[in-house]
T-cell receptor
Framework: NAGVMQNPRHLVRRRGQEARLRCSPMKGHSHVYWYRQLPEEGLKFMVYLQKENIIDESGMPKERFSAEFPKEGPSILRIQQVVRGDSAAYFC?????????????FGQGTRLTVV | TQLLEQSPQFLSIQEGENLTVYCNSSSVFSSLQWYRQEPGEGPVLLVTVVTGGEVKKLKRLTFQFGDARKDSSLHITAAQPGDTGLYLCAGAVHSGGYQKVTFGTGTKLQVIP
């Protein structure tokens, strides 16, 4: 999973600020997933993107959260006006195009702390 | 929405014991993966099972996919402290050329030396 790069690893924001989390998928992978994990819990799906296209955003909160995966550059998960409840680990995973029976490989995550 | 329930949620055992973790759903999956996650790290893929009834072995770990592709189990023989971690199953559904992956609730395993 070292091939999926997330940055920053740790991010501290004050309430009301914006948080930008970046994910560079493995080489050759054009599908990206974002997940959120609270302490001692499993992974909760947020959004599934292909380059320049949102496939499924059913797990994204309707307000303050957005995601993109541009033609060039990393995928970005953006959280506006952060609140303490946004504090969590956010993981990105990538898989190849034509994902038929292919696995998703994870980055090391970004740990967001809202103070 | 596909839901995956894992049991047990927590498990603390002595080194050398055997254990089984279960992953159950009412949905059918195209494939199912098992991951292990250590504190502060991302999940690491252990195995993918695709065919109903399939059994895969990875050293002391044995993975089985249910005949109906709705459930799976992970059996660890002679557990070691290095097996400690959060075990996650993930079911994949393929539709329209895309793959939706849903994670289970997780099983936290502690192996005591």
């Amino acid at each position: 999973n070292a091939g999926v790069m997330q940055n920053p690893r740790h991010l501290v924001r004050r309430r009301g600020q914006e948080a930008r989390l970046r994910c560079s998928p493995m080489k050759g992978h054009s599908h990206v997933y974002w997940y959120r994990q609270l302490p001692e819990e499993g992974l909760k799906f947020m959004v599934y993107l292909q380059k320049e296209n949102i496939i499924d955003e059913s797990g994204m909160p309707k307000e303050r959260f957005s995601a993109e995966f541009p033609k060039e550059g990393p995928s970005i998960l953006r959280i506006q006006q952060v609140v303490r409840g946004d504090s969590a680990a956010y993981f990105c995973a990538s898989s190849p195009l034509k994902g038929t029976n292919t696995e998703a490989f994870f980055g090391q995550g970004t740990r967001l702390t809202v103070v | 929405t596909q839901l995956l329930e894992q049991s047990p949620q927590f498990l603390s055992i002595q080194e050398g014991e055997n254990l089984t973790v279960y992953c159950n759903s009412s949905s059918v999956f195209s494939s199912l993966q098992w991951y292990r996650q250590e504190p502060g790290e991302g999940p690491v893929l252990l195995v993918t099972v695709v065919t109903g009834g399939e059994v895969k072995k990875l050293k002391r770990l044995t993975f089985q996919f249910g005949d109906a592709r709705k459930d799976s189990s992970l059996h660890i023989t002679a557990a070691q402290p290095g097996d400690t971690g959060l075990y996650l199953c993930a079911g994949a559904v393929h539709s329209g050329g895309y793959q939706k992956v849903t994670f289970g609730t997780g099983t936290k395993l502690q192996v005591i030396p």
